[in-house]
């Protein structure tokens, strides 16, 4: 069988799914059969999160079933909470989450996944993230409160206080439109790892590590800082033509499968203009240069925005710090990466793609006495 090699593995079909389609050339997100658009305004993270996992959405009991088992899964594990406290107040809460996500799942050891397995993660996200945010700045943590939906619940265990029907209501279409994205790169990941029948933990862990880079979750942080050194609407433009004489990339922009506006993008878009109408001003100047200068280089490669630029203003208008935004990326995300390592155990082949090998022809070693 013959193949050629394809950088960064563009347009290679890595497996076959059910649970989301990313229709880069028309801009559309669908999860089973869903459009995203008809799921982000009214469904809760658990309804979606159970469309991932089981293929429909949830009927009332099933739901309050659901919703019961990740209320009663937030608690850490003695182990957890031991690892949570040994960590520097310093360290990134991405790190501190890949770090605690494997703490926290040792004792299920080689177990095969399971759904429950699944609920039972994504449940204990938010406690960790909450946990080590509070003890970062000096303040006893929160009880997770099992009356709380999942979104409402994570800005009580940060913020200890309740947090108001539209902001709880902002986080969950946040992690609804996150939740999942067809083969993107920490999915693959979790992917891979499910199918040399490792253990659930070990494809999260894999997946929160590869999100992490800048060139996937770690942007909308880093959107942030870019727009901290714009720092006013007149400044975008000088700013941004320097930058990229520099070969800076502009952080929210650009993706390997959409070539038009990034419907996820479209909603994050006008609940900024809504909840966050400062960031707004200066991002939608920032958006309109960025997409000049992207279309002058390459008019013939249209790159538009993509998720990350619009989700850092809205999640700082939920009020959570830019160094939790790639964390509550994987809050979400983690129902996706769960649904695709249920997918590849259930048909499983392992992956082990081939490489091209370019390195020098066989040859001698030299003894060391005798090396230059
Ligand atoms: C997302 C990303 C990694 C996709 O990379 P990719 O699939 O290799 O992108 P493409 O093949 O479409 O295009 C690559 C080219 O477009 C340019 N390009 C892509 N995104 C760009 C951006 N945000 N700013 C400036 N130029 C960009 C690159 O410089 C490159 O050009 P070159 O080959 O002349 O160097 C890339 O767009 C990026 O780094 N974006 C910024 C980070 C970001 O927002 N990440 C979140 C993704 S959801």
């Given at each position: 069988?013959?193949?050629?090699?394809?950088?960064?593995?563009?347009?290679?079909?890595?497996?076959?799914?059910?649970?989301?389609?990313?229709?880069?050339?028309?801009?559309?997100?669908?999860?089973?059969?869903?459009?995203?658009?008809?799921?982000?305004?009214?469904?809760?993270?658990e309804e979606?999160a159970f469309l991932?996992w089981k293929?429909?959405l949830p009927?009332?009991?099933e739901l309050?079933?659901l919703?019961?088992?990740?209320?009663?899964?937030?608690?850490?594990?003695?182990?957890?909470?031991?690892?949570?406290?040994?960590?520097?107040?310093?360290?990134?809460?991405?790190?501190?989450?890949?770090?605690?996500?494997?703490?926290?799942?040792?004792?299920?050891?080689?177990?095969?996944?399971?759904?429950?397995?699944?609920?039972?993660?994504?449940?204990?996200?938010?406690?960790?993230?909450?946990?080590?945010?509070?003890?970062?700045?000096?303040?006893?943590?929160?009880?997770?409160?099992?009356?709380?939906?999942?979104?409402?619940?994570?800005?009580?265990?940060?913020?200890?206080?309740?947090?108001?029907?539209?902001?709880?209501?902002?986080?969950?279409?946040?992690?609804?439109?996150?939740?999942?994205?067809?083969?993107?790169?920490?999915?693959?990941?979790?992917?891979?790892?499910?199918?040399?029948?490792?253990?659930?933990?070990?494809?999260?862990?894999?997946?929160?590590?590869?999100?992490?880079?800048?060139?996937?979750?770690?942007?909308?942080?880093?959107?942030?800082?870019?727009?901290?050194?714009?720092?006013?609407?007149?400044?975008?433009?000088?700013?941004?033509?320097?930058?990229?004489?520099?070969?800076?990339?502009?952080?929210?922009?650009?993706?390997?499968?959409?070539?038009?506006?990034?419907?996820?993008?479209?909603?994050?878009?006008?609940?900024?203009?809504?909840?966050?109408?400062?960031?707004?001003?200066?991002?939608?100047?920032?958006?309109?240069?960025?997409?000049?200068?992207?279309?002058?280089?390459?008019?013939?490669?249209?790159?538009?925005?993509?998720?990350?630029?619009?989700?850092?203003?809205?999640?700082?208008?939920?009020?959570?710090?830019?160094?939790?935004?790639?964390?509550?990326?994987?809050?979400?995300?983690?129902?996706?990466?769960?649904?695709?390592?249920?997918?590849?155990?259930?048909?499983?082949?392992?992956?082990?793609?081939?490489?091209?090998?370019?390195?020098?022809?066989?040859?001698?070693?030299?003894?060391?006495?005798?090396?230059?």
């Amino acid at each position: 069988m013959s193949s050629t090699y394809v950088p960064g593995l563009e347009g290679i079909i890595g497996a076959q799914t059910a649970i989301s389609h990313v229709d880069g050339a028309n801009g559309r997100l669908v999860y089973q059969g869903y459009v995203i658009a008809d799921l982000a305004e009214e469904m809760s993270f658990e309804e979606v999160a159970f469309l991932l996992w089981k293929g429909h959405l949830p009927n009332r009991a099933e739901l309050d079933g659901l919703t019961k088992e990740l209320a009663t899964n937030r608690e850490l594990t003695p182990a957890a909470h031991v690892a949570l406290d040994s960590l520097p107040k310093d360290t990134d809460p991405m790190d501190v989450l890949r770090s605690v996500v494997s703490v926290q799942g040792v004792e299920h050891r080689l177990a095969k996944p399971t759904a429950a397995l699944a609920i039972h993660a994504t449940a204990s996200f938010p406690t960790i993230l909450a946990t080590f945010y509070r003890r970062q700045h000096g303040l006893e943590p929160v009880q997770p409160r099992p009356e709380l939906g999942h979104a409402a619940n994570y800005l009580w265990m940060m913020n200890g206080k309740e947090s108001s029907p539209e902001i709880v209501r902002a986080l969950d279409t946040y992690l609804v439109l996150l939740a999942d994205h067809g083969m993107n790169a920490s999915t693959f990941t979790a992917r891979v790892i499910a199918s040399t029948e490792s253990d659930l933990i070990s494809c999260l862990v894999g997946a929160i590590g590869a999100l992490k880079g800048p060139a996937h979750g770690g942007a909308p942080s880093a959107v942030i800082e870019q727009l901290e050194e714009i720092g006013t609407a007149e400044n975008a433009e000088p700013w941004m033509r320097d930058a990229r004489k520099r070969g800076v990339r502009f952080m929210g922009f650009g993706h390997r499968v959409y070539r038009v506006y990034d419907p996820r993008a479209k909603i994050l878009k006008a609940m900024c203009e809504r909840m966050n109408p400062k960031f707004y001003a200066l991002a939608s100047r920032v958006e309109q240069t960025a997409l000049t200068i992207l279309h002058e280089e390459h008019p013939e490669r249209p790159q538009s925005t993509n998720v990350e630029f619009y989700s850092a203003g809205v999640l700082q208008a939920i009020g959570l710090p830019k160094e939790y935004f790639t964390p509550t990326f994987a809050s979400a995300r983690v129902a996706g990466w769960s649904a695709h390592v249920l997918e590849q155990a259930a048909h499983n082949r392992i992956i082990r793609p081939q490489s091209e090998y370019i390195g020098p022809e066989p040859r001698k070693p030299v003894p060391l006495a005798d090396r230059g």
